[in-house]
């Protein structure tokens, strides 16, 4: 039987009763899948359920074939080896015993068909771009990066017949992420990835989006589902029209048979009155256009029904399209400003005030409204220069100077009281703001009425990035240098739209640390750099 995972019925709820995932029924089988939906829709969930990390409180998922998994957040011990977090390590020392001459059983049976195990790993390791690291390096050598493409490593080598990677180009620079793509499609079996890396969604044989209740699936890459659902939802807003348009004919056909049958009704009331017709025969007459009247107005009603029912069910439809609208005039910074001076940059690394210029040493200085790329490799340094610059703010002298305000984005969205609302967050960082300030100004960032009011400890993690974002971009004063550390990382890719749309409107300075190349384009980058530890802080073509 060929390998595949069959979800039957599941259903999962959280243990506070908050529901994941309701009666999903799906089934996939060979080749690459991505797996895509809104923050909060269930991916992670589903995977985890898939590698029996998490016990459904309803139907069952069947899993055919060996399965490995990736998930999101690698937490291991500083001291174990890269052999063990390949997996390797117990098959490597029997192995070495055998090449010492030791004739034990067991050592043959550790070692089964793996004689050739070493050379396999180191292979695999190479192709990831990691030869330089040893099988018997400790884990505290390597970069978060690192840590994933060892981990990655190891699944390949392998060769599960189902492999579940949640989010495996996170933190991974661009050589990285072209050397996993390209594992990945070499890569033969059943393989489900989560991601919003486009470059990687346009590498897989179908698309699977996470609704909640449902798992839909789309033939092609991720550009093929784009175009199926923008026809869709084309087609979805024709028929919104057309139902909205038949709902006013009949609302106005209802009012024409009301009016029609109130002048019958006063003309048969006079001619009565008047005598002029026999009384026996005026009360049939009466009878028989009560009778009409009251068919008449069933009939309307229930056109007028089918009318809203089809109007309802055409809404159901279109996708939320839900867009983040925001100018912020406060933040525009005139062309000429030095918003930040960074002295003290030697060989990628950044020293304090009077350290030796180097070899590659570098000013990073940052002018009006430019909006720069912070790129290179993995471990070079690019979060400790962000934090190094956030926690200048406000202190006089040393080697960071600032010319402007500066806003914060860590790579961790871990600014937020949860104890707090979304608004009292927002007022934290804004308290001369009125709360009915707060709340309009909240509602462009998608937080309307009660959502507002919402305690940031129960948000999902598209809405913790917008509460975030807002917290952030609606500060008083409002930040004229925004820095961004990875800011797409997590994010669904409405999200990364919605950051997208909110930068449009925003004035001011940006240095924003990414790997995702697509969305640097997007918020229109004007300069790029690249830090690293051998040459430095060096300006780069993007292209």
């Known amino acids: 039987m060929s390998a595949a995972i069959i979800c039957s019925d599941l259903s999962f709820s959280w243990p506070d009763g908050e529901p994941v995932l309701s009666g999903i029924t799906t089934s996939i089988g060979p080749g690459r899948t991505g797996l895509i939906g809104a923050n909060g829709s269930g991916k992670s969930t589903l995977l985890r359920l898939i590698a029996g990390e998490l016990r459904p409180v309803a139907g069952s998922v069947q899993v055919t074939g060996e399965l490995g998994y990736l998930p999101q957040a690698i937490t291991l011990g500083t001291q174990r080896t890269v052999s063990g977090l390949l997996g390797i390590t117990g098959a490597r020392t029997a192995l070495h015993a055998i090449e010492r001459g030791e004739v034990d059983a067991g050592a043959y049976a550790a070692v089964a068909d793996n004689w050739d195990v070493e050379e396999r ?24 990066g690192e840590t994933v493409l060892v981990a990655l490593a190891a699944l390949f080598l392998h060769r599960p017949d189902v492999m579940l990677l949640d989010e495996p180009t996170n933190n991974l620079d661009v050589d990285a992420r072209h050397r996993l793509y390209d594992a990945i499609a070499s890569w033969h079996g059943v393989l489900v990835v989560v991601s919003h890396d486009r470059e990687l969604l346009a590498r897989v044989d179908r698309i699977a989006e996470v609704t909640g209740d449902a798992v839909l699936m789309y033939g092609g890459n991720l550009g093929a589902y784009e175009e199926l659902v923008a026809a869709g939802q084309a087609a979805a807003a024709r028929e919104v029209s057309s139902a909205a348009a038949q709902l006013r004919r009949e609302r106005r056909n209802l009012i024409e048979a009301q009016v029609k049958q109130a002048r019958r009704d006063r003309q048969g009331r006079r001619e009565a009155a008047s005598g002029g017709i026999p009384r026996i025969v005026a009360g049939g007459l009466k009878r028989r256009a009560q009778e009409s009247a009251g068919r008449s107005r069933e009939l ?203 930068l449009e409107g925003y004035r001011g300075a940006l240095l924003v640390a990414s790997h995702d190349r697509h969305f640097l384009r997007s918020v229109q980058i004007t300069r790029w750099l690249r830090l690293d530890r051998a040459e430095g802080l060096t300006e780069i073509d993007p292209l």
């Open 121 to 144: 790993a180191r292979a695999w390791l190479d192709r990831l771009g990691l030869a330089r690291l040893g099988l018997d390096d400790t884990i505290a050598r390597l970069s978060g």
């Open 300 to 502: 309307h009603a229930e056109r007028l029904r089918a009318a809203q029912d089809r109007l309802a069910e055409a809404g159901e439809a279109v996708r939320d399209s839900a867009e983040i609208r925001i100018e912020l005039p406060g933040t525009a910074v005139p062309a000429g400003r030095t918003v930040l001076t960074m002295t003290g940059l030697v060989g990628g690394s950044w020293h304090p005030a009077g350290a030796t210029a180097g070899a590659g040493a570098a000013e990073l200085v940052v002018r009006g409204p430019e909006r720069v790329a912070l790129t290179g490799p993995n471990g070079a340094g690019k979060t400790t220069l962000l934090r190094v610059i956030a926690e200048s703010a406000g202190r006089p002298g040393g080697s960071v100077r600032l010319g402007a305000v500066v806003g914060y984005l860590p790579q961790r969205l871990d600014t937020l009281d949860e104890s707090l609302s979304v608004v009292e967050n927002v007022r934290a960082a804004a308290p001369s703001a009125s709360v009915n300030a707060v709340r309009a100004s909240l509602a462009r960032f998608l937080f309307r009425g009660e959502r507002a009011g919402r305690l940031a400890g129960t948000l999902s993690g598209g809405e913790r990035f917008r509460a975030v974002l807002a917290a952030l971009l609606l500060a008083q004063p409002p930040p004229q240098l925004l820095l961004l550390d990875e800011p797409t990382n997590n994010l669904d890719m409405a999200s990364v739209r919605q950051l997208t749309q909110a």
